[in-house]
């Protein structure tokens, strides 16, 4: 996920679900936001060389855009 704009009240649900994805993964997100305008943009961590871990963060969804809020 490369950038995505919410309204200002959505942002704490946000947060909340990429921490509850990055512990369901095992994957490391760091978030970076200037949320005073609603955008914030997911850095999803993971080793490209290992394959399960790739796997896992690609399971949680995040690199998808759009998936996390429905």
Excluded: C, S, W, Y
Aim: hydrophobic share 50%; glycine share 8%.
């Amino acid at each position: 996920m490369d950038r995505t704009i919410l309204p200002l009240p959505q942002m704490p649900e946000m947060f909340r679900r990429i921490e509850a994805i990055a512990a369901a993964t095992q994957t490391t997100i760091a978030t970076v936001a200037h949320a005073g305008d609603g955008n914030f943009h997911p850095l999803v961590v993971f080793d490209g060389n290992d394959a399960a871990a790739e796997a896992r963060a690609v399971a949680g969804g995040i690199l998808n855009p759009g998936k996390v809020i429905e």
